[in-house]
């Protein structure tokens, strides 16, 4: 999936569910992604870099910040990484939320993995080009 130009891009993947973690984890490293995971919004604030290249998976409901609340303060840092969200609730609120903050793709949980790859794909090549 990931061409050479893709080889310093990382895919955060923020969700306080441990099972959905791993799952995407292992869905991301057999396409070849580049990966890292995090428990809660407020651990992945503290490690992601300013200039983070790649994309951010994220649960939008989660204890502590939620989706929305990192969405706001990476807006607010001016971060650039575009953001999929996704959320076991598939309400058109939540949805209206995530895209009025910058997010590139909702999904509902489950994730159909292919659908999930093709907005990643899309969402770095994206990046890629405005970076450029």
């Known amino acids: 999936m990931p061409s050479p130009r893709h ?5 955060y993947v923020v969700d306080d569910d441990d099972s959905v973690r791993r799952a995407l984890g292992r869905l991301l490293r057999s ?5 890292e995971a995090f428990a809660s ?6 490690s992601l870099p300013a200039d983070a290249c790649g994309c951010l998976i994220m649960d939008i409901r989660m204890p502590g910040m939620t ?3 990192v969405q706001v303060v990476l807006r607010a840092r001016g971060a650039t990484i575009p953001v999929i969200a996704l959320s076991a ?3 058109n609120e939540t949805r209206e939320r995530a895209g009025e903050l910058g997010a590139v793709a909702f999904f509902r949980k489950p994730v159909d ?3 999930l790859l093709d907005a990643i794909r899309w969402a770095v090549d994206r990046e890629e080009r405005w970076r450029r």
């Not at 080889?7 to 895919?11: A, L």
């Not at 396409?31 to 990966?35: F, R, T, V």
């Not at 919004?41 to 503290?46: F, H, I, K, T, V």
């Open 41 to 46: 919004g407020e651990a992945l604030l503290e």
């Open 7 to 11: 080889e310093t891009y990382k895919i």
């Open 31 to 35: 396409a070849g992604l580049n990966c």
């Open 89 to 91: 609730q598939d309400d």
């Open 67 to 69: 989706g929305h609340d």
């Open 113 to 115: 993995d292919q659908a």
